[in-house]
């Protein structure tokens, strides 16, 4: 008998303009000791699913139309909710998406760690820390002695997230459902949580089901994948299968969407644009004579027109060379040269009117764009502070910038909670672009995207770089998305830069043991070895 029997399950949500079908009838089961992913793009139905079958689903909207999900031969869809408090975070756990919302402000991670070992497993108090600690210490977490005693504010939102994994399988569960568990994780961690899952697995006979939107990233441990498209399922079968011969049309957008490493590195003549000597960025607590050195002596050359791809873990220090370039974070020391003009000895106005060469593109789009504010107002706002275009000429510049990054002109009085992720993300680079910069800086701006919006995103990037001449730093910790789009790749860690050269000298013979490390840690590589035919 399977662990989990999901029989015709059927989903739907009533909103203003009358019931939405969120998942059409499926079917699939997930046995002991295996990994079934459910992959498919947002608002396939594939996280709704889940979340129905543990009593998680608002009601309403949102009902059950239909179906069954039998787990160990009780029907889930029929339990009380006193029956599934007893059967989740115990036989059930799951780890959510986004752990900020999940993880309690008030309470210490320690705390929250072993409150299900309590509940469920009457366990001493010293006997449940001393858990908590080990798993924390296997999640990957630094010192977890001391972690043991933080709240979720005082950690990077990979480090929640890991917390968030060892808090679900604390219990040792029976099924463990995974939605999106490495989505914010460096490549490296998300190898390390991926291949604890799977050990786990082995080790306790855990069935596991794990929602993700990336093929890559199950490629390797899946034993069986179920392709999902507008709340239907529409292939499953076991990974060599879905990667070497896919059916369904979707399926294979989706594999084709995986970034491509075909991109050869632009070799022209040297002409540099951007040149950083000895730069420091070093942060000072009150509570540490030791600062953060979270850029270290760092030089680097940019040349014009070139892609810079800048890799490594959270903490490495990419993000932050990145806004010291802009001038966004306090440099402590060194020089940085943007076309023969020293940015470090420039401030005020002088600052202010360099701005106008050199732009960012932000990682989350729904923080850095103003919620009071529509996308004319967004748009409009940088064109008219440097003084670009006159208010007669507005409009058809704002026209222009929604033609350039593909969206509809009549969007422009929408505001930015009225778009998906990868329309958010769109406005950001029409907003970056408004100012014509010689250089963006482009932090992770793809990696909460869906794997076919992030192809769109990475094309726009490069045919806008290709008609607008620009110069790109392009943050990433994802290896795979880093190959596609630059010419040539930097590798940053602990804050050094500790390689440089084109796409392929670091994959084809890396040198330093990091870049080795995190070349390693890529995602669906046997997989992704062989040619994939349609």
């Known amino acids: 008998m399977s662990l989990l029997s999901v029989d015709n399950l059927q989903i739907s949500f009533s909103t ?50 239909g179906g069954t999900a039998l787990f160990e031969g009780k029907d889930l869809l029929s339990l009380s909710e006193d029956e599934l408090r007893k059967i989740r975070g115990r036989d059930i756990a799951m780890i959510f998406q986004d752990p900020m919302t999940c993880l309690n402000p008030f309470m210490t991670i320690g705390d929250q760690l072993i409150e299900p070992l309590r509940l469920h497993k009457n366990m001493g108090k010293a006997d449940a820390k001393a858990r908590a600690i080990e798993l924390l210490d296997e999640v990957g977490m630094r010192s977890p002695a001391q972690c043991f005693s933080c709240y979720p504010h005082e950690f990077s939102g990979g480090m929640r997230q890991r917390v ?35 050990d786990l697995q082995n080790s306790h006979d855990i069935g596991v089901l794990l929602i ?28 060599k299968a879905i990667f070497e011969n896919a059916q369904h049309p979707y399926t294979q957008k989706l594999l084709d969407a995986i970034p491509s ?68 974070a306090p440099i402590t020391d060194g020089t940085i040269t943007f076309d023969g003009t020293d940015l470090t000895q420039l401030s005020g106005a002088a600052l202010k009117g360099f701005r106008r060469r050199m732009q960012m593109i932000f990682q989350d789009p729904f923080a850095s764009l103003n919620p009071r504010m ?40 929408k505001y930015p909670h009225e778009f998906s992720g990868g329309q958010r993300q769109r406005i950001a680079i029409g907003r970056a672009l408004a100012t014509q910069p010689e250089f963006i800086v482009a932090d992770e701006p793809v990696s909460a995207l869906d794997v076919t919006i992030q192809a769109q995103i990475l094309e726009l990037l490069q045919d806008l770089g290709r008609e607008h001449g620009l110069t790109m730093l392009f943050v ?43 070349l390693a840690s890529i995602p669906g590589k046997k997989s992704l070895a062989e040619p994939i035919s349609a």
Not at 19 to 44: D, H, L, P
Not at 386 to 410: F, P, S, T, W
């Open 212 to 239: 993700s939107h990336d093929l890559a990233v199950v490629a390797d441990i899946a034993d069986q994948i179920i392709v999902m498209e507008r709340g239907n399922l529409v292939e499953k079968g076991e990974p």
């Open 476 to 518: 990433s910790h994802d290896l795979a998305v880093i190959r596609q789009i630059a010419d040539h790749i930097a590798v940053m860690y602990h804050g050094k830069l500790v390689e440089r050269g084109t796409a392929a000298e670091i994959f084809g013979s890396p040198q330093d043991p990091y870049t080795q490390r995190l």
């Open 374 to 413: 529509t996308v004319f107002d967004t748009l409009a706002e940088p064109l008219l502070l440097h003084n670009i275009v006159d208010r007669k000429g507005l409009d058809n510049a704002i026209q222009r910038l929604m033609d350039d990054v593909g969206l509809a002109r009549n969007f422009v009085r």
């Open 16 to 65: 203003r303009n009358g019931i939405s079908t969120a998942v059409n009838g499926i079917s699939f089961t997930v046995e002991k000791n295996q990994i079934t992913a459910i992959i498919g793009e947002s608002g396939s139905g594939k996280s709704v699913s889940c979340y129905a079958m543990l009593g998680l689903i608002p009601s309403p909207p949102g009902r059950i139309d």
């Open 261 to 328: 490493a075909e991109r050869a590195s632009q070799e022209g003549a040297s002409d540099p644009l951007i040149e950083i000597s000895s730069l420091r960025t070093w942060f000072y607590s009150d509570n540490s004579q030791e600062p953060v050195k979270a850029v270290d002596d760092v030089s680097l050359t940019i040349n014009r027109g070139e892609i810079l791809g800048l890799v490594g873990e959270s903490g490495s220090g990419k993000s932050t060379l990145g806004r010291s370039i802009l001038r966004l």
């Open 164 to 198: 968030m994994i060892a808090m679900a399988l604390i219990n040792e569960p029976k099924l463990l459902i995974a939605d999106e568990p490495t989505t914010a994780l460096d490549v490296t961690i998300q190898a390390q949580i991926l291949r604890l899952i799977a």
